[in-house]
Structure formats: C-alpha cells, structure tokens
C-alpha cells in the first residue's frame, strides 16, 4: 500500500505522530508531507520512503494546488491527514476519490477544560495527542516517538551511557514562539547558578531572544555554560544524549528530548499537561503553579492577569522546587554523580 501522511507542523505535533509508524505494516510504503524546515527531522526515518517537502512560508494557495495536483499524479492508495486544516481541506479536494483518513481535533474539550478548569469532567478531558496520531495511522494508540534514528550507531545503541559523565550536564530551553509560555529568564539564571558544579546547555535558534539573553546574563557572572543554538536536527539530538535531563518551558523540545530517551522537567503555565502534551517517559517531571485560573489557553493569550502580574501562573513557579525536581530526576536515573 503507498500512504500519503499529511502533517506539516509544529515540531511537538510532529514528532508525536510519527509513534504511529511503528505499527504500520512492512509492506506500506509511507510517503511524508511536512514543511521544509522539518525535511532534516525525517530524513532517515526506517519507516519513511520518501519526504515531500513545502514552503509554507513562501509558497502560497496557488504553490499547495500545484502540489496536489502533482500528489494526485503518483497515485496513492490512501492518504492520513495528521494536520486537518483548512490547508489539507483544499489538499483532499484536489485529491478527490483517494480513501482519506484524519484526526478529529475536538476543540469543545479543550473550549471546556479552559472554560470549567478542574470541574471539567475528567472522561472530557482532550485525549494525549500521541495516541490520536497513532490511532489514526496505524489503529493503535501505545506506540511513542522515536527520534534515535539521528544518532550515530554508537550513540544509538546505548544513549543512556553518556549520561555517567563526572560533570553533571544538563539542558536547558528558555525560549518559545509564545511569551505567555516562557518561564522568566531571571528564574532560569537563578536555577543554573544553585547548580554550581554542573553545565548548562542552553538551547534554541540564533534569533531566539531569551536564550541570547540568558546566555547574556551567563557570561556576565562567569558560570559554565555551552552554546547549542542553531544546531542541525542530528547536532542536536547528539547534543541532547549527553545531558543528564532538560528543563524546557512547554515546547516542542520536551518532545524532541523524550524521544532519545532524554528525561525532561516540563514547566506549565497557562497550558496542561491534561490538554494532550503530557510528557510520556517515566522519569520525566512537570512542574506548575496552582492557580485556580489555570488553564486558560494554548498559548497564554488570554491572560487574566494584567500589566507586571501577567503570566503568574509561570512566575509562581518556584526555582527551589525545580531544583529539587532535577535532582530527584537525576537520582532516578541512576548514575552514580549527583547535582552540587
């Protein structure tokens, strides 16, 4: 069978539902439509014959028809739409008559759980996106992202040896694409200087502002620190099984990271873990203030709070409790060092 799956974005939504490709059959042959900043996650994928690549920045409605047109050319047997947007909408008429499966965003769950908060009835609750995207691929909802493919073969066979280092190492992504999700630099600055014996990786792209703006702050004091921005996808998994454990905001990365194997410590603040982004692995830890306000949007937009008291639910979180957070992280893992 050739399969056609649709998924474009974002690099959370992405990662997460490659899971499902570990239940296909051997003989599907998967062709993957994403965005082209993605191509180099995929590239090498086992699973993944081929990669189709879209600008999405760049190429507009008449770029996605010609697209489509081009698709219906090569004669799939079924497409799955990963993404269910207006964008894909205009892709399965273009392809009309191709068997067509998709996701089904439910948005009224998470409409109530931002509406009713914890007397949202728990059976109503969003369903974690892994299983959505592995249901819908392959039937089956208990597989999880695998990214371990980006490594090299010594690293991919035992990435958890790397993580015995005498020096602690860990990582640390500041930035995200939403203020409303970032928890304060201050409070990140604070964290790695309680750290003293360890190394700070600090994550991100090189026009990512608050990870400039830590790595600022991380030269004025003189304390450890390395410059991973910018790395390629395989530059940074390599990067990320060197670390102990990452300390993200709600991003992307948290998923990145679990995917290698890499425990996380994933801060929340106007989001959830009940919205469907939970980390999955068993070592990992969420950290989040308890306000009756929370949760109150995907991207913390709507805000109650206004002017210096903005994002409380972020600047309630405490750096002693992260603190102590990554130490019991690290104390799980089992390596023999332990943080200062």
């Known amino acids: 069978m050739k399969v056609l799956v649709v998924r474009l974005s974002s690099l959370g939504d992405l990662i997460l539902s490659t899971a499902g490709l570990a239940g296909l059959s ?36 008449l770029a996605w028809l010609r697209l489509g047109v081009e698709l219906r050319r090569q004669g799939f047997d079924q497409v799955v739409d990963l993404h269910g947007t207006l964008r894909t909408t205009l892709l399965r008429i273009v392809l009309f008559g191709v068997p067509w499966r998709g996701i089904k965003k439910r948005r009224w769950r998470r409409f109530g759980f931002f509406s009713f908060k914890g007397l949202w009835p728990q059976a109503w609750l969003p369903k974690p996106w892994v299983k959505e995207f592995s249901e819908v691929l392959c039937d089956v909802g208990d597989h999880k992202p695998d990214l371990t493919f980006l490594l090299p073969a010594a690293e991919r066979s035992h990435p958890s040896e790397n993580q015995k280092a005498k020096t602690p190492v860990f ?56 410059d991973a921005r910018g790395l390629s996808w395989r530059e940074l998994a390599e990067t990320l099984v060197r670390c102990w454990f990452l300390v993200s905001n709600d991003t992307g990365m948290v998923h990145f990271a679990e995917a290698l194997g890499v425990p996380v410590v994933a801060l929340f603040g106007p989001t959830s873990p009940f919205l469907g982004f939970a980390p999955h692995l068993e070592r990992s830890r969420v950290v989040q203030a308890q306000l009756g306000c929370r949760p ?4 913390g937009a709507l805000c109650y709070w206004r002017g210096e008291a903005r994002y409380q639910c972020l600047k309630r979180i405490d750096v002693t409790e992260v603190r102590g957070v990554c130490t019991q992280v690290v104390r799980d893992s089992g390596v023999e060092a332990e943080l200062s």
């Open 26 to 61: 051997e003989g599907t042959s998967v062709h993957w439509l994403t965005s082209s900043e993605y191509m180099g996650l995929l590239d090498g994928h086992p699973r993944i014959q081929r990669l189709i690549g879209f600008d999405r920045r760049s190429g507009g409605v």
């Open 171 to 226: 990582a640390v992504m500041p930035d995200s694409a939403w203020e409303g999700k970032c928890w304060p630099v201050e409070k990140y600055l604070e964290l790695i200087s309680s750290l003293p014996g360890s190394v700070a990786v600090i994550l991100g792209t090189r026009t990512d502002v608050r990870s400039q703006e830590l790595i600022n702050c991380l030269t004025t004091r003189g304390l450890d620190f390395e």
């Open 296 to 299: 109150c949007s995907t991207d």
